[in-house]
DNA sequence: CAATTTTTTGGAAGCGCTTCCAATTGTTGG
DNA sequence: CCAACAATTGGAAGCGCTTCCAAAAAATTG
């Protein structure tokens, strides 16, 4: 593998022109651009990005940490986050936290001894604290799907009390009157906006928010389930389920077939996220968009224009989710 | 940040004697170990990974190819990988070539630049003669996903065939005779083997294998939708459709609740691959498991193994689908 | 106990590049 | 045509670590 020294060899300038060539800097004249770029050609010169990073303490690489690499979210996450990066030559190093505190600090130490430039997280089990207390560190570090008003900018969030609020508005207007609810894990900030969204509609709607109809879930296909079979046994009768997440809601739809409900006929269904595989169940399930992809590519946006200094990039912190309709949800008379 | 200076100066040793430590290298005495140890302590050391790799020429970090890095099937592939290497303190480094030849190049060139130590690959593009070309290259390549003979102990795949035939024959003792048949792009080599398995399975039950009731799709649910509407046409009857993965069975599932047929009563429906969403369907898929997981870990280990030389690890090359019944197959009289 | 072997240490040369500084060359205007 | 200045170039020091080599220290042997 040819190196620099070659390249300032054969074309007859010094090492600084070749690395200022290379590195696309003013104040280079175009004869020995060319020689410089010409001798590149010749030896198939392809820089040493190690050797780059140490000397100009850049790594070109971006970490990524997420609580899991796998799953309809994460995916579609990383996928947006690479496209973005990889088209301005940026690599991402990727590494998962298991939603385990120690892990995902660990997980952040990882990154930041691999030299990452910045670090694009999103995780739970890591405090506020914590998070503001990383933020403050040299290495730059955005946060998705959460709002830690401190560091706002930094954030990349969706407003999901209004999510919730409107995921349960339109299944009032479609007429139902009698709603169950199965949430997040509510020690989890977007679980607990969802909920506060829901229960605004109710109010405006004068419609009680009733605890027999509410169940605590995890955001797992098994809890919608479990939360079905939970609500079902309380014989208070409603004829929909507002679920926190698409998962969960698969799950839900799965419970009331084990008792052989029918969907959307005995019973409405709604999720939140619009995962991929929304459209795979049957019937299709209505739900809340959550543009995880343009979100994910805008935390590598802020990067690029932060962090790069690239200055054509415009930056948006917060997302609006949508209502997506499909064939889950009955009009009641 | 302190550097290696810096602890051996506290420690009152030589640069090498902290860097063998280090890197626990023998020939060290507990005595200096003891006060190196101290001072790094003390001075909150944390090695420079970026001068580690440039000295060593060694960066710890491998490259990971995949055509898409959403999708049910890369993110378990991703998490495996990461999992395995990340317990060995290396790390994963992701990119993309969306099943484009040239972006794909671009990518693997992009790791290699990177000095990554070894990388893996998942794609479809290139050809084999590539793969093995770029196989003889310096940096060691491993494949997921795909038999090349000719480097094959490189290569970790499923036997596709076996697959193919293990479905259809299921599907026969159920007492189906009319089978349609949805395969994948037939350039593709998992593909061409999953179909050969099918006529297999045919020809053994002394079945005929219909070209009437074939239709090439391309892996994605909705050429399951559309390869139903199309066999349909043929107005030949047939009581099962088997696809060659889950994403065109649920297309096709979805087909055919479309002509108002049931499943698994109108027809019976088989994919293959088992992932995740195959228990979120309505009925839930029967299918062929694919152990991505398994796979994925293994060629990580391969890596650990052949690449830096951890000795205790065991490697396997092949692997066997395996029948997975649940609900989308009925039993015929 | 001296001679020999083995273990432990330190010195110093890189790894391939960036970047500061000073020197050189070129340009402009009076 | 020369001073004054700007654009361009080269030299050299370093980024933080690994590793080879030889020297020093410790252990072993007859």
Redesign the interface.
């Known amino acids: 593998m040819a190196t620099i020294y070659e390249v300032s060899a054969l074309a007859g300038v010094s090492l600084s022109s070749v690395s200022r060539v290379l590195n696309n800097h003013e104040h280079v004249s175009e004869k020995t651009k060319q020689k410089v770029m010409a001798a590149m050609d010749e030896l198939g010169y ?6 780059r ?2 000397a100009s303490n850049r ?1 070109n ?1 971006i970490g990524v940490l997420v609580s ?5 979210f ?3 996450m ?2 947006s986050i ?2 973005e990066l ?1 088209k301005a030559g940026k ?6 936290g298991h939603s385990v505190e120690q892990s995902e600090k660990d997980g952040i130490n ?1 990154l930041i ?3 990452c430039d910045a670090i694009i997280i999103l995780i739970d089990s890591l405090s506020d604290e914590f998070v503001i207390e990383l933020s403050k560190g040299s290495t730059p570090v955005v946060i998705l799907n959460r709002l830690i008003p401190e560091i706002k900018d930094k954030c990349f969030y969706i407003d999901n009390e209004l999510g919730g609020y409107l995921a349960t508005k339109y299944i009032i207007e479609q007429g139902h009157k009698n709603l169950a609810y199965i949430s997040g894990p509510l020690f989890k900030q977007d679980a607990n906006e969802r909920l506060d969204g829901h229960k605004r509609a109710l109010n405006e709607a004068n419609l009680k928010f009733d605890d027999e109809l509410f169940y605590e879930g995890d955001f797992l ?1 098994t809890s919608g389930r479990v939360g079905i079979d939970h609500l079902l046994k309380k014989n208070k009768p409603f004829t929909a389920a507002i679920c926190a997440n698409d998962e969960m809601a ?1 799950g839900a ?2 419970g009331l ?1 084990d008792h052989n409900m029918l969907i959307p006929k005995d019973c409405s269904v709604i999720g939140f996220d619009n995962v ?2 929304a ?4 019937p299709e399930l209505t739900t809340m968009n959550y543009p995880i992809n343009e979100m994910a590519k805008m935390s590598a946006q802020w990067i690029l224009k932060n962090v790069y200094k690239h200055s054509d990039v415009f930056v948006n912190n917060k997302f609006t989710p949508e209502l997506i309709i499909r064939e889950s949800i009955k009009k009641v008379e």
Do not use: C, Q, W
């Not at 899991?68 to 309809?72: D, I």
């Not at 690599?91 to 998962?96: E, L, Q």
């Not at 459209?279 to 049957?282: E, I």
């Open positions: 392809r820089p040493n990005s190690v050797a990073s140490l790594s690489s899991e690499l796998h799953g309809p994460y995916g579609e990383l996928s690479e496209i990889r690599h991402a190093v990727v590494t998962a990882f001894d691999r030299n296909t698969s739809m799965k077939r991929y595989f459209n795979y169940l049957h």
